[in-house]
């Protein structure tokens, strides 16, 4: 999605919205009454946007878009999917079998790489689609429909992870920022040891939802001291940071199902030393509503998105566990460029189009806007050919 201003107030609220928002709020009361108190960050996180008909990502409002909450590239322009493409192309060439595409949203990301594959001759056997959403899933449906006839047969959805190995590509755009983390607040200790708390959601005294600090459990406190050790400088006192403990069981799911290929995984995010930086003391914790960005994941529970960014040392720590080998990691930018922008842009039909998607590349390219912010890696099984989307940049050597 695009990183827009955060701005300090928030659209009204209708009828209709108020009384989903209340409706998502007394659930979560429930589990932090049920849990003793208290309950995690990552628990609430899932619960706000996955609880099936009350998540964000399980309801029916629109979330993509410009009547949504937050633009994403293949909303954006066919222009990242016809770049993607080509990528997806070459691998297909190669391997044969499947396209596995991870958090489809609107389906508009699929619609261009049928299309466009179709183009160049190199449509993968079958184009399936993960999606846990029944929401998202029924937009997908109505959207691909309208594909000709030979391209939306191809389509298929799934409930979870195929049951036997995968030959092809697989694509996660946006997926990793919305797995839910676990927040930490580092603060000082007896001596030379720090204290490492969770911080997570409680009730106060009127029963509404606050921020509340735990101290954390074994796996986190693990994860964040590892973290620690490996960092260039020490983190400060009252640092807060997130860490997703679900990345590492996910890259293992997916290294079980691929039998040969290649993973793209794109999404904003930055190396470790970079993520977790000793001027960066608030984290990356971000909401998404109206197209307004804002740090309160208690607002709006149930109708607002909630996302950090992504530790992309981490994924490629979990890939190699995971026996994926780590392939390409590089800008966005750098990504289309190797990709082909320039030729795709040179098949605009008239000056008019040149011009509409000029402005559309820059938004996906520019430093400022998504170019930079957004990253893709690569990580591959029994896979030896070029990789053109990562020929123009090589950044692996930041990780």
Same mark, same amino acid.
């Given at each position: 999605?695009?990183?827009?201003?955060?701005?300090?107030?928030?659209?009204?609220?209708?009828?209709?919205?108020?009384?989903?928002?209340?409706?998502?709020?007394?659930?979560?009361?429930?589990?932090? =009454?049920?849990?003793?108190?208290?309950?995690?960050?990552?628990?609430?996180?899932?619960?706000?946007?996955?609880?099936?008909?009350?998540?964000?990502?399980?309801?029916?409002?629109?979330?993509?878009?410009?009547?949504?909450?937050?633009?994403?590239?293949?909303?954006?322009?066919?222009?990242?999917?016809?770049?993607?493409?080509?990528?997806?192309?070459?691998?297909?060439?190669?391997?044969?079998?499947?396209?596995?595409?991870?958090?489809?949203?609107?389906?508009?990301?699929?619609?261009?790489?049928?299309? =466009?594959?179709?183009?160049?001759?190199?449509?993968?056997?079958?184009?399936?689609?993960?999606?846990?959403?029944?929401?998202?899933?029924?937009?997908?449906?109505?959207?691909?429909?309208?594909?000709?006839?030979?391209?939306?047969?191809?389509?298929?959805?799934?409930?979870?992870?195929?049951?036997?190995?995968?030959?092809?590509?697989?694509?996660?755009? =946006?997926?990793?920022?919305?797995?839910?983390?676990?927040?930490?607040?580092?603060?000082?200790?007896?001596?030379?040891?720090?204290?490492?708390?969770?911080?997570?959601?409680?009730?106060?005294?009127?029963?509404?939802?606050?921020?509340?600090?735990?101290?954390?459990?074994?796996?986190?406190?693990?994860?964040?001291?590892?973290?620690?050790?490996?960092?260039?400088?020490?983190?400060?006192?009252?640092?807060?940071?997130?860490?997703?403990?679900?990345?590492?069981?996910?890259?293992?799911?997916?290294?079980?199902?691929?039998?040969?290929?290649?993973?793209?995984?794109?999404?904003?995010?930055?190396?470790?030393?970079?993520?977790?930086?000793?001027?960066?003391?608030?984290?990356?914790?971000?909401?998404?509503?109206?197209?307004?960005?804002?740090?309160?994941?208690?607002?709006?529970?149930?109708?607002?998105?909630?996302?950090?960014?992504?530790?992309?040392?981490?994924?490629?720590?979990?890939?190699?566990?995971?026996?994926?080998?780590?392939?390409?990691?590089?800008?966005?930018?750098?990504?289309?460029?190797?990709?082909?922008? =320039?030729?795709?842009?040179?098949?605009?039909?008239?000056?008019?189009?040149?011009?509409?998607?000029?402005?559309?590349?820059?938004?996906?390219?520019?430093?400022?806007?998504?170019?930079?912010?957004?990253?893709?890696?690569?990580?591959?099984?029994?896979?030896?050919?070029?990789?053109?989307?990562?020929?123009?940049?090589?950044?692996?050597?930041?990780?």
């Amino acid at each position: 999605m695009t990183i827009p201003p955060t701005l300090s107030t928030l659209p009204a609220l209708d009828a209709a919205e108020r009384a989903h928002a209340e409706q998502v709020t007394s659930l979560v009361r429930g589990r932090i =009454e049920a849990a003793g108190g208290w309950l995690g960050f990552a628990d609430f996180m899932r619960l706000v946007l996955y609880e099936p008909g009350l998540g964000y990502y399980s309801s029916g409002a629109t979330k993509f878009g410009a009547a949504g909450d937050f633009v994403t590239a293949p909303e954006m322009s066919p222009l990242f999917g016809r770049c993607l493409a080509r990528q997806c192309a070459d691998v297909l060439a190669v391997t044969g079998g499947d396209l596995l595409e991870f958090g489809a949203g609107s389906g508009a990301l699929a619609a261009v790489l049928l299309e =466009e594959l179709a183009a160049l001759g190199t449509l993968p056997d079958r184009y399936r689609i993960l999606e846990v959403s029944a929401d998202l899933r029924a937009r997908q449906r109505t959207r691909l429909a309208a594909l000709p006839a030979a391209l939306a047969s191809r389509v298929e959805w799934l409930d979870r992870w195929p049951a036997q190995r995968i030959t092809g590509v697989v694509v996660a755009n =946006e997926v990793l920022d919305a797995m839910p983390v676990e927040r930490f607040v580092l603060r000082a200790g007896a001596g030379a040891i720090r204290v490492i708390d969770s911080l997570g959601v409680a009730l106060d005294s009127h029963g509404a939802l606050v921020e509340a600090t735990r101290t954390a459990t074994p796996a986190l406190a693990n994860a964040v001291r590892l973290l620690e050790r490996e960092l260039p400088q020490q983190l400060p006192d009252n640092y807060h940071g997130e860490i997703c403990l679900e990345l590492e069981g996910w890259l293992a799911g997916l290294g079980a199902v691929l039998r040969r290929g290649v993973v793209l995984l794109i999404d904003y995010g930055l190396p470790r030393p970079h993520l977790y930086h000793p001027d960066r003391t608030a984290g990356t914790l971000q909401c998404h509503f109206r197209h307004r960005a804002h740090g309160d994941p208690l607002r709006h529970v149930g109708l607002q998105d909630i996302t950090a960014w992504v530790d992309f040392t981490r994924v490629a720590e979990s890939g190699s566990r995971a026996a994926l080998e780590l392939q390409g990691f590089v800008t966005q930018a750098g990504f289309l460029i190797g990709c082909g922008m =320039e030729n795709v842009l040179a098949t605009a039909r008239d000056e008019r189009e040149r011009l509409v998607q000029a402005g559309e590349a820059r938004r996906l390219m520019m430093p400022g806007e998504m170019g930079e912010a957004f990253k893709v890696m690569a990580l591959g099984r029994d896979y030896r050919a070029p990789l053109r989307g990562f020929g123009w940049q090589d950044l692996r050597g930041s990780l």
